[in-house]
């Protein structure tokens, strides 16, 4: 991190640098807003602290001045004079906060580092880099959901996306934010299932400084980092219902209120949210609040598994290579012709994410540049109906057994371990608890 200190105090300046420095923070300083025009010219900052009142150009001018010339660093005005109009008037202009000497340097330190760390997630998520950032496939089912795309992109319709683990749930969610009126807004992600559930809260509110301990300054949360943009709940069905209820009223009110603030703020952002869970079943157990399914459920789109949709396999292998020649600095150019009817022949329940790994592997052991059979090592990929979660089938006897006997043996064991919940068993093999019930009755399980 490097960062700018403009003020024409020496002592400030030099003592802010020392106290930065504790932290591995570089920094420059400048005297005056002239001298700091010409450093911010010459050279990249993450941030800028500078005085309110200075001689020449003072602060408020240069903040106007770095806002017409279209930097994008965060600044934190500090003056001594504490008057709520200036403090209103930096803001107004473009700070992102305002401190009153004398200050805590501990404090500003902490505020730089938010500021900063915020602002690198919105130039993150602007950007809408993604490994996979393209919507690859010419199945119907993929037809369908470019059609799908199109038509709902234009408006601000909330969008509920559903499927299995791996089928690309984020990649058509960017793809809706792209072809929206927001596209030039940030695209803001969140895995809900990846966040503890007591960090949940103010991840996506944001809080004020002092509203917990530990909060020592403001931070902002994502419903305000996606203003203007799209912001993507993925694996919505993780949300816990004490914090559904807020969700939903934010959907029906367009506002939030920060974690121990009282103001509500208006936000503009559109909602995408994505499950592989069966949100249906979830609303009838009581574990998913119905009004809120509703609000999520506008347009539904399901992503086929891809063994529904195989004659997609060989493109997107040829896609998947493509980007990986390009990390790993690799060679590949193409496959045999039984290498590709292998893959197309693997029931890939890791979906799109399994064969990203099964070519990854394959990159790294082909010994020349196009990849076969062998390389594949498809037997050691095992996916099958959430055996990896029940450990039922090893890879030493994978082969032995055809699908149907793996799949019913880890669905008994499931049932076994879980003593007949089926929805916990379910929810073990990856699987609705109507897809259960439905294999149950056909396997003839009896328990």
Known sequence: ???????????????????FALDKIECDTAENGLSAQRMLRENPYDALVVDLRMPGLDGLELIRWLRREGFRMPVIMISAHGDI???????????????????????????VKQLVEAQNLKNLVESGTSRSSELIGESA???????????????????????????????????????????????????????????????????EKGAFTGAGGRKTG??????????????????????????????QEKKITRLGGTEQMPINARIIAATNKDLEEMVRDGRFREDLFYRLNVVRIRIPALRERSDDIPVLAAYIIKNLNRDMGGRISGFT??????????????????????LERACIFCEGDVIDVGDLDLRSSVYKAGMRQTGVVQESDAGAKSLRDVEKE???CSLHRWEGNRTKAAEELG???????????EYSIDL
Do not use: W
Not at 229 to 250: A, C, H, N, W, Y
């Open 1 to 19: 991190m490097r960062i700018l200190i403009c003020d024409d105090e020496e002592n400030i300046r030099n003592l802010l640098k020392r106290f």
């Open 85 to 111: 109009t200036d403090a209103v008037t930096a803001l107004k202009e473009g700070a992102q906060d305002y401190i009153v000497k004398p200050f805590d340097p501990e404090e500003l330190t902490i505020r």
């Open 141 to 207: 089912g993929m037809l369908r959901i470019k059609e799908i795309i199109a038509k709902i992109s234009p408006s601000q319709a909330t969008v509920l996306i559903t499927g299995e683990s791996g089928t690309g749930k984020e990649v058509v969610a960017r793809e809706i934010h792209k072809n929206s009126p927001q596209k030039d807004g940030p695209f803001v992600p969140i895995n809900i299932g990846g966040v503890p559930e007591n960090l949940l809260e103010s991840e996506l509110f944001g809080y």
């Open 222 to 251: 994502l419903f305000e980092l996606a203003s203007g943009g799209t912001l993507f709940l993925d694996e919505i069905g993780d949300m816990p219902l004490s914090l559904q209820v807020k969700i939903l009223r934010v959907l």
């Open 337 to 358: 012709t039984e290498a590709v009817e292998a893959l197309r022949r693997h029931d890939f329940y890791g979906n799109v994410r399994e064969l990203e790994n099964i």
């Open 410 to 412: 880890a669905i008994i």
């Open 431 to 441: 699987i609705s608890r109507r897809t259960l019930i439905s294999k149950i009755s």
